[in-house]
């Protein structure tokens, strides 16, 4: 009985319960003189919480703890690893066996069939079911590859029998319960007080997981590799020199990185804040409604276009663009294809959508009453845009535009295309730098274990990330309190 099943016939349930619950509800409230506490609707409300909420917190709880339960005790029966030619690692062989599963459980699912015992028999099946495995699959596995679906299988069933279980039990102890001084309302909004303090409470323990997670890998990278090195270093070269020699340690300058990223972005928000906002300023106080109506949407239609997409095209046409024209004017070639230049224009543009779509709601929700008082006064409609309009919609175009920067910092798939990799130093727009998120991406790239500095070198690299766009969020917040004290 699989999860989806038993989480439908939960909710099917849960919504017989609501109809019994208001209905009975409804009844007793017609025929007797007491005044309610709650109205029907809580009570059919309060009937569905107790019947879905303690099943579905069982089925999560009964699925992580058998999926559990049931690798621990695959792993406890594994051979051990004897000869280096098979297979290297516990966790690898037990990827294999659940590779394995699959595939059978696919096999099974067409119809029944006999399961060869030997690896060579079962891969033509297992092909024709486009499922494919390692070449160093063992015989042995398919035992175990069998005995792991049986005990999921008698897992799912008793979870989902003992979830259908809670479920009635529920059902039934609410709908017996109605009573027309019955607290529904107060045990319906507690319910949901505490849904919505949960969803907070996962949000804020997600973003402290992703801090941690990062804290300790940059921690075990500092071990290795000196703060000097790292924070004031102007050489990017992770790479290490053989043991008998003097540079084993590498070089992990992220000078280099911290500026191509703050100057990739910097040159992009210098197309995308003048356009953005003059197209903001535009559609809001000059457009008809008409002219807003079809020129709003095509200008978001960049902001779903894939970031890959602008990367090809900055590789393909802008790049290539920007060359010749430096070829035509000068006989040289002073602008290369990969450059700042060609990244941060291409960003620039696929950022134009976030600031002019922000910046327009903002100026759009200015009150109404202080562009009547500017043009009552007398002032012109550009004098009430400059002097009364965007001065109160200050902060929140700060606000937007940090967040444009942020975004255009963490941008990875243009600055690849149109940028490079390489790790220059230069004030010069026209050469080629890189970012700190291509650098995560590459150090990420391989198999490779998370104990090597070149490797924990990307946690160090996210953590500064991190760091950098709080000081811009902080910068923000701190924008918008002073001006909207003084608008307010």
Not at 99 to 128: N, S, Y
Not at 424 to 453: H, R, W, Y
């Amino acid at each position: 009985m699989s999860f989806s099943i038993v989480l439908l016939i939960v909710v099917a349930i849960g919504a017989v319960a609501f109809f019994l619950g208001r209905q009975r509800a409804a009844g007793q409230q017609r025929s007797s003189s007491e005044k309610p506490h709650s109205r029907v609707h809580y009570h059919g409300w309060w009937a569905f919480l107790l019947t879905v909420l303690p099943a579905l917190a069982f089925l999560v709880v009964w699925s992580i703890g058998s999926n559990a339960w049931i690798e621990s005790s695959t792993v406890a029966n594994l051979p051990p690893q004897t000869d280096e030619s098979a297979v290297a690692s516990r966790g690898l062989a037990l990827g294999m066996v659940k590779g394995l599963a699959d595939g059978i459980r696919k096999l099974e699912a067409a119809g029944p069939t006999e399961i060869p015992m030997t690896f060579e028999a079962l891969r033509p099946l297992l092909a024709e079911r486009g499922v494919a495995l390692a070449s160093d699959t063992q015989d042995y596995m398919i035992p175990m590859a069998i005995e792991l679906n049986a005990a999921m299988a008698t897992a799912a069933w008793i979870g989902g029998l003992a979830a259908l279980v809670l479920a009635l039990t529920g059902a039934y102890f609410a709908i017996a319960g109605v009573k027309v001084r019955a607290r529904a309302r107060n045990n319906v909004e507690r319910i949901v007080l505490g849904m919505l303090m949960a969803a907070s409470t996962i949000a804020i323990l997600t973003t402290v997981g992703i801090v941690f997670s990062m804290l300790f890998e940059t921690l075990q990278f500092f071990h290795s590799v000196s703060l000097s090195n790292f924070f004031f270093g102007t050489v990017w070269d992770p790479r290490f020199a053989a043991a008998d020699s003097s540079g084993a340690e590498g070089q992990f300058g992220l000078i280099p990185l911290l500026a191509g990223t703050l100057y990739i972005a910097f040159v992009a928000m210098l197309f995308a804040v003048p356009i953005g906002l003059m197209a903001a300023i535009y559609m809001a106080e000059y457009a008809t409604p008409r002219v807003r109506s079809i020129v709003k949407p095509m200008l978001e239609v960049l902001a779903g276009i894939p970031t890959i997409v602008y990367g090809f095209f900055a590789l393909v046409t802008v790049g290539p663009f920007l060359r010749d024209i430096s070829t035509a004017i000068a006989g040289f070639t002073f602008i290369q294809a990969q450059s700042v230049l060609t990244a941060g224009l291409v960003m620039g543009i696929m950022l134009i959508p976030f600031v002019s779509s922000l910046s327009d709601d903002i100026i759009t929700a200015v009150p109404r009453a202080m562009r009547d008082g500017s043009l009552g006064l007398g002032a012109t409609k550009s004098e009430t845009v400059r002097r009364v309009i965007l001065p109160a919609a200050l902060p929140g175009i700060v606000g937007a535009l940090l967040l444009t920067a942020s975004r255009a910092i963490g941008e990875t798939m243009i600055v690849v295309l149109a940028a490079g990799v390489a790790a220059n130093l230069t004030i010069n727009p026209f050469e080629a730098m890189t970012t700190i998120t291509v650098k995560i991406v590459n150090q990420l790239t391989g198999d490779l274990e998370f104990t090597s500095p070149q490797t924990l070198v990307a946690f160090a690299l996210g953590m500064t990330l991190f760091v950098l766009t709080l000081g811009m969020n902080v910068f923000a917040l701190y924008i918008v309190r002073k001006y909207r004290e003084q608008y307010e």
